[in-house]
């Protein structure tokens, strides 16, 4: 490399910036100040007079750069060791050069576009005629032009031109002086850079001129609105022949940004953000013709030429110039090699306003596009304020979306935020209309179809219905429940209206059963009222007898004739009374036959139907129940939950795992551990069906309908539940083989029976809250009586209770019984079989503490309704607490109603223990070692209360049964079976040998543990258990535990005891 080599490139460089420089300064003097001078006034002059104003300040900017260029190589060649590569400020700052020239060009292409210099060659200007001597004379140096427009033009470009070529030369020069390495390839790559920005010069200029014809040929109606100066000319159809197909028009234009087709005097312009381009036509070509699709937002037309070449060039300029209207740039150099990055993306991000006809007139779309429809996600807006933001596909909306339609007599919105389909809501949503009505449920051809709730949230007349709609109404089994009257409809609908069989249940506790026709009451029916009479005949709206009827006593009599109002003066009845007991009583349980469990809630099951045909498609899926989790903040802060709670599950869940997971649990214990998991989850078809059945049965049977006279419905209904949850699960398994290509095991199990023995206990903790309410409801009396006795057995010490139940006194365990001085045998209580009784209260409380009182935090929020002393349940709608017989807030009132002296005479904390008699005020008492040391300080003040007394009827609360018992059968016989061996465990330990108690010595102890253990609502749990237990359970171990526990519960209902022996006894 020699150094006096590269000074000498570095002494010219300096020249040839300093002679640049100097001829800027002439141009600067004599062209631009004298032009800056003569502002026209003319409007549309003055637009090109602000892109010459535009010009010369990028005029400035190069000229400072020179300038600045010029004092550092001067600088630098005074220094004694210049001479090296860092000296050239062109290699360093290459990039800031690159960037002056180019908009300098850009700007000087406009100014030809608008014909700026033909204009400026006109001025009038003072100071412009007073330099055009030497103007002249100046240009000579430049052109032979005797256009003072050409020569403008050409000073203001050919100088910057050869200077470039200049700096190429020098470069060259460079490179040459430099060895193979690192240097050179710096110098190699800017002067490549340079030779690019002389072909963009060149490029840029053709382009000007060429446009600037155009504009020149074309009349003032398509210049006054196409003409812009940055808007370029790329190719005409009579320079390159093609023609758009069927004479659609004479002439096609295409620019950098838009594609434009002239047919006479109108023209079409198509921006190219929005043009798709395609060889593969669809459609047959007329012979020797070459074609090319266009397809954009509203239009799709076909370009054809003779020639397969110039089909090519045409491609080729389209998808380019697409490309680049896309990329919002040009390239650099403006069309780059041949064939590179000739391909535009096919999926696009833009904003269009529909024009042409059709129901996207005058909206606007702004979102994701694919071949010329709106595809993937958007935002459309209608002129009459209806907006859409969610999925498209094709055009149409499809997939989630939110819908806003104005209301025309109001100033608020419907919201609908649902799945689309095809352009229609189709699938599960949920709409808030802009009359405070809520609907959450299915939708079909943007009509409410299938399984729905809707809710009226104002104070005027609020409302909920639960049940199947078609075309938009109400049609088939629903409930309705009127929160202003109080009162809950179950039954069938037509058209909106009740129409068919139906039951009433009030919020007074009243029932009846009646035919309806168009909301109407026709025929008879059956009326059951609190007091256990039944009411078989007509009746009024008002609950008034008319006419022929039949009224069945709870004492036996009957009473039948004719009955009618006198007025408000009662009632009169011509008729007979018959004393004699009814050999047929009327059952006491509605709605079993005239609404079949079959006919109810097929909405429900209709969307997994489809989607089990549907082949378990993904997008099916989404729909039939949950919302798809989107990536916009917006949409899933809007997105609501029917059924699905969604939270961080440790399982995915995705369609293709579920079947593929569901051909490797079909053994018994795999798959019960399976379906146990697919249930609990918000996430899997399953648990998505389990949930929506939960809506149903808590909006039946919850609240006002926890009614013991729908006892039977609801049992039937659970059953039914887990019937079709098993035809489900089989569904599911068949898609799973078959798409795996095999078939169903010839061997698998496809009864029914199967299906309740695994699946029924799973699905029971989500029903048995409301389901245990109605069987405590439908044996209140038997548990009251069972209770006073439980009431007069508590009054025994242990030794005492043992000899009144007649337990053979070899039997006693005084072993277990440790005394101290100060203490007697016949005073010691809830010592003996303490394992066993242990054992037996575990039928109720084997749930941890803390999720009891979870569950209670959860039922407070909700406004759930306790049943406490009294069995009118409190409507679920109830948000006041004044309205409630409790105070919710507090929880130490929330066990027992505060009003009602009928209370459970021991200490709730631990059932073991009475520590007071009746009339006496409980002692201090311990907390059982259950309970967690973090929440001890609470048990005191939320267990301990001061009862009194109403002769020994009570009322339990609801809080150790609903939502927090051992809600499995199986689980329910284990524990009696656990109960069974600690007797008999104890018994041999006494005995010193192993004994089988038989039955004459199993019963009497089994009352003393029942009594001691306390269960509450013993009744209601023993027939739940033999109602809900597995068949196969009938006559086998548990069949006869479960009857002797039952002959147990009878024997201690007739226990009384006179009050001197009460004496006595204590």
């Not at 036509?281 to 509203?298: D, V």
């Not at 993937?376 to 009459?384: C, E, M, P, R």
């Not at 352009?423 to 599960?428: L, S, T």
């Not at 408000?568 to 005239?594: C, F, I, M, N, Y």
Request: proline share 5%; net charge negative.
């Amino acid at each position: 490399m020699s150094t006096a080599g590269i000074s000498g490139i570095l002494g010219l460089l300096l020249q040839l910036e300093e002679n640049f420089s100097s001829c800027l300064a002439r141009i600067d003097a004599l062209i631009l100040k004298p032009l800056l001078q003569a502002e026209p006034q003319d409007p549309k002059e003055k637009e090109n007079f602000q892109l010459f104003v535009l010009l010369n300040d990028r005029f400035q900017t190069l000229w400072n750069f020179t300038e600045e260029n010029s004092r550092i190589l001067r600088g630098k060649s005074q220094l004694e060791n210049s001479g090296c590569i860092q000296d050239f400020y062109i290699l360093w700052k290459g990039e800031v050069f690159l960037s002056l020239y180019i908009q300098y060009f850009v700007t000087f292409a406009n100014f030809v576009v608008v014909q700026g210099f033909e204009q400026a060659a006109r001025s009038k200007s003072d100071a412009w005629k007073l330099h055009k001597a030497v103007l002249k004379e100046f240009l000579r140096d430049f052109t032979s032009e005797s256009s003072l427009g050409l020569a403008l033009h050409l000073v203001l470009h050919k100088p910057f031109r050869e200077h470039i070529q200049g700096y190429l030369q020098l470069l060259s020069q460079l490179q040459e002086q430099l060895q193979e390495g690192s240097e050179q390839d710096v110098v190699a790559s800017v002067a490549q850079e340079f030779g690019k920005l002389e072909s963009f010069i060149g490029q840029v200029l053709d382009e000007a001129v060429f446009t600037k014809e155009l504009w020149k040929s074309l009349g003032y109606k398509f210049t006054d609105v196409l003409c812009v100066p940055e808007r370029r000319l790329l190719e005409d159809s009579r320079n390159l022949p093609i023609a758009p197909g069927a004479a659609r028009s004479e002439r096609l234009l295409l620019f950098d940004d838009v594609l434009v087709l002239i047919q006479g005097n109108s023209f079409q312009s198509f921006d190219l953000k929005l043009v798709w381009v395609d060889e593969n036509c669809g459609e047959k070509s007329a012979p020797g013709l070459h074609s090319l699709r266009i397809t954009t937002p509203e239009e799709t037309f076909i370009l054809s030429t003779k020639d397969p070449q110039m089909k090519a060039v045409w491609r080729w300029k389209l998808e380019q110039a697409v490309r680049q209207a896309l990329n919002g740039k040009r390239d650099f150099p403006l069309w780059g090699r041949s064939g590179e990055g000739s391909e535009a993306p096919s999926r696009r991000f833009f904003t269009y306003v529909f024009r042409m006809e059709g129901r996207l007139r005058g909206a606007t779309y702004e979102g994701e596009w694919l071949w010329g429809k709106p595809h993937g996600k958007g935002t459309l807006k209608w002129s009459d304020g209806r907006n859409h933001v969610g999925d498209f596909q094709e055009g149409l909306e499809h997939g989630f979306g939110i819908c806003l339609v104005p209301r025309r007599s109001e100033d608020r919105y419907d919201c609908y935020k649902c799945h689309w389909h095809q352009g229609k809501m189709r699938g599960y949503g949920i709409c808030e209309y802009g009359n405070d009505l809520v609907y959450k449920g299915y939708f079909k051809d943007n009509m409410r179809q299938g399984f729905g709730i809707l809710e009226n949230f104002s104070a005027e007349h609020p409302f909920k219905y639960t049940g199947q709609w078609e075309n938009d109404r109400k049609n088939g089994y629903g409930v309705w429940e009127d929160k202003e009257r109080g009162e809950r409809y179950i039954g069938m609908w037509l058209d909106d209206h009740r129409h068919g069989e139906g039951i009433v249940v009030t919020q007074s506790g009243l029932c009846y059963q009646r035919t309806f026709h168009a909301d109407k009451m026709v025929g008879s029916g059956i009326l059951l009222l609190e007091d256990d009479s039944v009411y078989e005949g007509n009746f009024t709206e008002e609950l008034t007898f008319v006419g022929k009827g039949k009224l069945s006593l709870a004492n036996g009599f009957v009473l039948q004739g004719t009955f009618s109002s006198r007025g408000g003066r009662g009632l009169s009845t011509h008729g007979v009374l018959s004393t004699a007991p009814e050999p047929h009583r009327q059952p006491d349980q509605l709605g079993l036959k005239e609404l079949p469990v079959e006919k109810r809630w097929t909405g429900i099951f209709e969307q997994f139907l489809e989607f089990l045909h549907s082949g378990c498609k993904e997008e099916m899926e989404e729909s039939f129940t949950g919302f798809h989790i989107q990536t916009s903040k917006e949409l899933r802060k809007s997105q609501e939950y029917l059924f699905c709670q969604r939270g961080s599950e440790e399982i995915s869940w995705k369609i293709e795992e579920i079947l593929e997971d569901l051909t490797e649990h079909q053994e018994t214990e795999s798959l019960q551990s399976y379906l146990e998991k697919a249930l609990e989850s918000s996430l899997h078809p399953l648990g998505k069906l389990l949930r929506a059945l939960a809506v149903a049965f808590q909006a039946t049977y919850s609240g006002i309908g926890a009614n013991r006279h729908l006892l039977a419905m609801a049992q039937e209904e659970v059953k039914f539940y887990s019937k079709k949850i098993w035809e489900f699960y089989q569904g599911l398994l068949r898609v799973a083989l078959e798409r795996r290509g095999r078939a169903p095991s010839e061997d698998a199990d496809p009864s029914l029976g199967k299906g309740s023995r695994l699946v029924l206990p799973l699905i029971l903790p989500r029903f048995y809250p409301e389901l245990s309410m109605l069987y405590m409801l439908q044996h209140q009396r038997e548990d009251e009586l069972y209770c006073q006795g439980i009431v007069e057995l508590s009054l025994f010490p242990d030794i005492q209770l043992l000899e009144f139940l007649d337990v053979q006194k070899h039997l006693w365990p005084l072993k277990d019984l440790t005394l101290t001085s100060n203490q007697r045998r016949s005073l010691i209580k809830d010592k003996c079989f303490l394992s066993a009784t242990e054992c037996l209260q575990k039928l109720i409380t084997t749930v941890d503490p803390r999720e009891k009182l979870e569950i209670l935090r959860k039922r407070i929020s909700r406004n759930v309704p306790f049943h406490m002393g009294d069995t009118r349940n409190v409507p679920s709608h109830t948000r006041d607490p004044s309205n409630v017989p409790f105070h919710l807030r507090d929880p130490r009132n929330i066990l027992f109603h505060t009003g009602d002296t009928r209370n459970f005479p021991f200490h709730m904390g631990d059932t073991r223990n009475v520590p007071f008699h009746p009339g006496t005020s409980p002692g201090p008492t311990s907390v059982p070692p259950l309970w967690p040391q973090s929440i001890n300080p609470f048990i005191p003040n939320f267990f301990h209360f001061k009862p009194r007394f109403s002769g020994c009827s009570f009322s339990f609360p609801c809080l150790f049964c609903p939502g927090s018992t051992t809600v499995d059968p199986r689980e329910k016989l284990e524990i009696l079976r656990q109960t069974y061996e600690e007797l008999e465990l104890t018994v041999s330990r006494l005995l010193g040998a192993g004994y089988r108690l038989p039955m004459d010595d199993l019963l009497p102890l089994l009352v003393f543990v029942v009594s001691r253990a306390r269960i509450q609502h013993l009744g209601a749990e023993i027939h739940l258990i033999r109602d809900l237990m597995d068949p196969t359970n009938q006559g086998g171990m548990f069949d006869f535990l479960l009857t002797a526990l039952e002959s147990c519960y009878k024997h201690i209902q007739k226990i009384r005891l006179h009050p001197k022996e009460n004496s006595h006894s204590s």
